[in-house]
């Protein structure tokens, strides 16, 4: 039985700031969700970019941003004091250093430079006194924590190192605080993201803290660098934050806010942050809308409990590609890292719609001249429905809930050069 069944609403009509009256029922809770920031795409950044990245994530619900740094980015340093600049300004928000071990070397004395740099600044998350630190993956840099550690005057350390599994990091338990996941999509031959490695990590960690990770799609094709694959998003969404609301975990990353590469960004588009290449399934591809959905899924979370007040108004999201799986080449894309089969025989041609409302009320989908009604439960805040499409169905898209309708970009058969774009545009209403 899927848990938003159990959930047994309490809400209220109105429209409150989403940044306090929605979260308000989870104000004391030690859960945070974080999400993970490319600084790394971030040269000549303003520090009103950084203003608005921090603003528009607070609004969300999200409470900080992991900081994923390399360590040979000559603009680390000033986009990370434009950082911290503009998450002291807005209060209430937090920022924590992520080192990105696959992008190159750490000298020891750059990451202890760091921290304690940043370790006194108002808006550093930190645990029991000490700063909050993780990474990208860096296993084999693990016996320099002890150093960094005695430099720093403690660190509260929770690592990626999902290339060990859960059971690997288990062997390094006197090493860390707790461990991060970066197993947030399904695995290749998967349709739908498990949950086994996640209750593996909480068993493994004893009593340690775990961070979940999050994400509502993914798809690379950067041949530079021999990306080239898609995980199944079709309900990433949808049912990863149902796993985190079963598991609850002591802390929740969503990945990513801005790694348009891998087109598992929930920010507004910022074109100078695209990468090389990505620009062509990224541009008008916005994610924006994912963010929609969020501070009802955070309070729940963070709540420890689905029964909370909910004192927003009804809103429904969608999700899709802009083309049937079939309406091109498919550009040797895969499904799933490492994965052998196609892209296209990994997704399903669907309207993805995730609504959340107080009661029951209709959410239309239309393709062109098609249209499809679904109904939700009052006794199920949060709803689910998929509408097929194929080459044969094609046209404007609409969603329309409670009066309101949003257009979103036509499904169409014309694919640039050729190609299907495996990215989704999301739109809401």
């Known amino acids: 039985m ?27 809770s030690d859960r945070k969700v974080f999400a993970h920031y490319m600084v790394g795409i971030t040269y000549g950044q303003t520090q009103a970019q950084w203003g608005h990245d921090v ?30 600049t503009a998450a002291e300004k ?14 190159g070397e750490w000298p020891v004395s750059r990451v202890v430079s760091l921290i304690n740099h940043f370790k006194e600044s108002s808006a550093q998350m930190t645990v029991h006194g000490t700063p909050f630190v993780s990474t990208f993956e860096g296993p084999g840099w693990a016996e320099n924590w002890f150093s960094v550690r005695m430099q720093t005057g403690g660190i ?45 990590y909480k068993h493994t960690l004893n009593g340690k803290k775990y961070m979940m990770g999050v994400s509502p799609y993914f798809y690379t094709k950067l041949p530079q660098w021999n990306k080239n694959w898609y995980c199944p998003s079709d ?64 309070a729940a979370y963070k709540a420890g409990s689905t029964q909370i007040d909910y004192l927003g108004e009804d809103t429904a999201i969608a999700w899709y590609r802009t083309t049937p799986a079939m309406a091109g080449e498919d550009g040797d894309t895969k499904c799933g890292q490492g994965g052998s089969e196609s892209a296209a025989e990994g997704t399903k041609d669907v309207v993805s719609v995730m609504a959340i409302t107080k009661g029951s009320t209709s959410v239309t989908v239309a393709i062109g001249g098609h249209e499809k009604v679904f109904r939700t439960k009052s006794q199920i805040p ?19 809930m409670n009066g309101k309708t949003t257009r979103g970009p036509w499904i169409t058969n014309k694919c640039c050069d050729g190609q299907v774009n495996f990215n989704s545009v999301a739109i809401q209403v």
Request: net charge negative.
């Open 55 to 84: 603003n528009t994530a607070k609004e969300a619900g999200i409470d900080g941003f992991a900081l994923n740094i390399g360590p040979s980015d000559h603009y680390t340093d000033i986009q990370l004091q434009q950082a911290y």
């Open 382 to 400: 949060i709803s689910y429905f998929e509408m097929p499409f194929d080459c044969n169905m094609t046209g404007l898209v609409t969603l329309e």
């Open 235 to 298: 309900s990433l969404w949808y049912d990863r934050w149902q796993q985190v609301l079963e598991i609850m975990p002591d802390f929740v990353e969503i990945i990513t806010w801005n790694d348009y590469g891998e087109s598992s960004y929930i920010c507004d588009t910022v074109p100078a942050q695209v990468v090389e290449g990505a620009d062509k399934y990224v541009s008008d591809y916005p994610h924006a809308a994912f963010r929609a959905v969020l501070p009802y899924l955070i």
């Open 156 to 200: 509260f350390l929770v690592p990626d190192w999902s290339s060990l599994g859960p059971y690997g990091v288990g062997e390094k338990l006197d090493l860390i605080d707790g461990a991060f996941s970066w197993d947030a999509w399904p695995k290749p031959g998967q349709t739908r993201v498990a949950s086994t490695e996640d209750l593996i």
């Open 2 to 28: 899927e848990l938003f069944s159990k959930i047994k609403s309490r809400m209220h009509a109105g429209k409150p700031s989403m940044s306090s009256s929605v979260l308000h029922s989870a104000a004391n």
């Open 90 to 103: 807005a209060g209430n928000f937090v920022l924590f250093l992520s080192f990105d071990m696959a992008a």
